[in-house]
């Protein structure tokens, strides 16, 4: 009777170690990448005694194991252990000779499935390390691993006659650089008012200036920082920075740039400076004569750009003061002026023919800029009054009059046949404005005559 038993016992003695045949076999050797070699074995034996109906007993029974060691054929020993790779039974109607059971085993001591690794990729910024798996009964697999300055990447092919797995497991590692820890690439630019460091960095594990503090450390001094970054994919940090430091024009131990230019009436000394740690220092006028304007702006920096004037009045005429004279016939005025004077001049009151006049102000300067007027009568007609004679038959006027005159002419009663007039006004020089009028009596006769056809009569006169 066929039990469970009884078939296990067949099974066993007809696949017994001592019967197994030689089918083939393939070994090489594969060098490995640090120099040394390995062995790659493949062979497959078959046992040609086989009990119709088992088949699939066989199968089992030659698949129960994964690894096989020290197996035989030909009643020759393999030493080592193998791992069974494929079983199979040869179809029944082929050639009695190859009819049978098959077994296909691969030489695979311990720590075969890792062949080795190898560099495969350096830069500056980064190198991959490659782990080469052959005849694997795993995978490569980077099991979700997640460590900054790491990218992992499993590679993997199946084999489907073995079912082994050849694979690369790749680590791509990050390198900094530069590759001391602190420094930066960096390099200078700017102009004779900003010098600019710039500064690059690339898989850092720190940012700059990581907190508010130490950016208010490094700006302290004057500096105009901008720092950016962004994380790349090995989860480390690119940063850059750009620290602006702002220069003193003209340098320290240099004056002021400074430019001379104005009028004729004052004299203007600007002088400027840019990037100045301190403005300059206070200079209010003490005295006349000038007078000083600053203006400034500060610096998101800190510092001072300022620009200063110095204004310096100047006497103007230099010598003495300008001088005109001017008038008509009856005064003349002699006008003088001067500006930016340091005092005005003294005005008598004006005498007997002449008047005097003088305005002032003081200018910004603290300075005086004044003008004065001294206007002289003169007499007219020069050489003596003028006259006019006018009347009718019965008298006859001479009008005499006469403007600035130093003094009123005398003028005597009017006689018989004379009315004499006079009149006068004392002008804004002090001096004499005057008329006079002689009218004269002018005799005259008057003459009447008569007649008629029969008399003539002599004309009477009157006197």
């Known amino acids: 009777m066929a039990t469970a038993e009884n078939i296990a016992a067949q099974v066993a003695r007809d696949l ?16 490995r990448d640090d120099a040394t070699t390995r062995d790659s074995i493949r062979f497959t034996r078959f046992w040609s005694k086989i009990t119709d109906g088992l088949r699939a007993e066989y199968e089992t029974k030659l698949r129960e194991n994964t690894y096989v060691t020290d197996p035989k054929a030909d009643g020759e020993t393999r030493p080592g252990r193998w791992r069974v790779l494929r079983v199979y039974t040869g179809p029944l109607k082929t050639d009695p000779t190859q ?9 695979w001591p311990d720590g075969y499935g890792d062949f080795g690794d190898y560099c495969a990729e350096s ?4 190198h991959t390390d490659v782990q080469i798996y052959v005849d694997s009964p795993d995978l490569a697999d980077c099991e979700h691993a997640n460590d900054t300055g790491h990218v992992y990447q499993a590679v993997n092919r199946l084999d489907p006659e073995t079912g082994l797995w050849n694979g690369e497991y790749r680590d791509d590692i990050a390198r900094r650089f530069p590759e001391t820890t602190g420094t930066a690439s960096e390099n200078w630019s700017g102009t004779r008012t900003e010098h600019r460091q710039n500064r690059e960095a690339r898989n850092d594990t720190v940012t700059p200036y990581p907190t508010e503090a130490a950016l208010e450390s490094a700006v302290a001094s004057g500096k105009s920082i901008q720092a950016r ?22 340098p320290e131990g240099e004056d ?13 000394t600007t002088s400027a ?8 220092e206070d200079d209010q006028p003490e005295e006349a004569g000038s007078a000083t304007d600053l203006s400034f702006s500060l610096t998101a920096e800190g510092f001072f750009n300022w620009t200063h004037n110095l204004e310096e009045a100047a006497v103007f005429p230099a010598e003495s003061a300008a001088e005109i004279t001017f008038g008509g016939p009856l005064s003349e005025t002699t006008h003088q002026e001067r500006l930016n004077d340091t005092a005005v001049p003294t005005i008598e009151a004006g005498a007997v023919g002449y008047n005097t006049r003088g305005q002032f102000s003081i200018n910004r300067f603290g300075l005086y800029d004044w003008s004065t007027d001294d206007e002289a009568a003169v007499a007219f007609p020069a050489e003596s009054a003028a006259e006019i004679t006018f009347g009718g038959p019965l008298s006859e006027t001479t009008h005499q009059e006469r403007m600035n005159d130093t003094a009123v002419p005398t003028i005597a009663a009017g006689t018989a ?9 004392i002008n804004r020089f002090g001096k004499y404005d005057w008329s006079t009028d002689d009218e004269a009596a002018v005799s005259a006769s008057t003459e009447w005559q008569e007649s008629s056809e029969y008399e003539v009569t002599d004309g009477l006169t009157f006197e």
Request: avoid cysteine.
């Open 16 to 31: 017994a170690e001592s019967k197994a045949k030689l089918a083939s076999w393939v070994g090489v050797k594969v060098r």
């Open 99 to 107: 009819q049978g059971v098959y077994q296909t085993l691969l030489y």
């Open 123 to 126: 830069s500056p910024l980064a």
């Open 229 to 250: 970054f962004s994380i790349n994919r090995y989860g480390r940090f690119d940063w850059s920075t750009v620290e602006s430091t702002p220069q003193q024009y003209p």
């Open 256 to 268: 002021a740039a400074q430019h001379v230019h104005g009028t004729i009436l004052v004299k203007e």
């Open 273 to 280: 400076r840019v990037n100045a740690a301190d403005l300059p």
């Open 417 to 425: 046949g004379h009315n004499t007039r006079g009149q006068f006004s």
